[in-house]
């Protein structure tokens, strides 16, 4: 990942933040992100629960109104496009999949009927056509009998096929850029492996590029290149995965880490109730804060090649 070009940029989010506001409360669930897609990469954000990383990737698709900062797509700002133009973004270019299938499949809709839908909404076949390349998509992601299972209701497949057939329609419309949002959380582990090695593979091939969110660092390890660690809606820290594993910097990679690898530490989790005296969302639950903790926000630190953290504990160079 070295010298990165960037006419080999896909997608750069820059200073994103969604809030939302409820009962005179404001929820800062994604406050100020950037980062960046290249062609044929796979980013992975990894957090815990309530850390931001749904309402980043609804964000990335303007499916929620409230997101502010720019998402350049290709060259173009995904905020603020017109809705006709985004349109043709939203499954053709970026396809997203859910954990939740019911996000993406309409249950009471058989599965043919969805995805040569999709298929024809973005590419001008004709629906005979549509569903030989739906048949073919099904069958290269591993779902058994595609040809007869087609005229199936969601209902009637299991979790790791909902899956497989959200990647299905991801293939069929020949998206640049997959959005896997928890994409195996939900499954037994050996569904879950040969989802992520269809993944890997969907990214090999096609050289398309992924964004993979996951609060399992295991799942991050097997498949990233890059990763951005979550909290509160803030980027903490971001390098490669090795780089990550091998030399984790904020006091929080460190515990999302130890609590990964099954050491005795305190597992860590987001009340989102706490009160807070510091610019830095981690200030209450550090173990190593200092007093410039409490004056101004932390900065960001570059700590080696493609590692930034952002830790006062770094900025007089030490890391
Ligand atoms: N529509 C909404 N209105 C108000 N608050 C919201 C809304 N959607 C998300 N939030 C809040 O934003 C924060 C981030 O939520 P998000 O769903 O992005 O977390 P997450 O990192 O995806 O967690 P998980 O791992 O549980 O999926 C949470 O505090 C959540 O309650
Ligand atoms: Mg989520």
Known sequence: MKDRRKEDVLLEVEGLRTYFEKNGVTVK???????TIHRGEIIGIVGESGS??????????????QAKGRIIFRGKD???????ELEKIRGASISMVFQDASFALNPYRKISSQIIETIRMHQ????????????????????PDPQNRMDDYPDQFSGGMKTRIMLAIALCCGAELIIADEPTSSLDVTVQATILDLIKSINEKNGTSILLISHDLNVIAELCNRVHVM????????????????????????????????????VL???????NESPCPFYPR???????????????ISCGEQHLVSCWKYSDGRS
């Open 29 to 35: 669930a994604v406050d100020g992100i950037s980062f």
């Open 52 to 65: 931001g990383k749904s309402v980043t990737c609804l964000s990335i698709l303007r499916l929620i109104q």
């Open 78 to 84: 995904i905020l603020s496009m017109k809705e006709k």
């Open 124 to 143: 001008g076949l004709t629906k005979a056509e549509a569903r030989q390349k739906a048949i073919e998509a099904l069958a290269l992601v591993g779902l």
């Open 231 to 266: 909290y509160k809606g803030h980027i903490m820290e971001s390098a490669t995965v090795s780089e990550l594993f091998d030399r984790p910097l904020h006091p929080y990679t460190r515990s999302l880490l130890s609590a990964s690898r099954g050491d005795n530490e305190q």
């Open 269 to 275: 989790y987001i009340s989102g109730e706490e009160e």
């Open 286 to 300: 550090c173990q190593e804060r200092q007093l410039n903790c409490l004056t101004s926000p932390p900065p960001t």
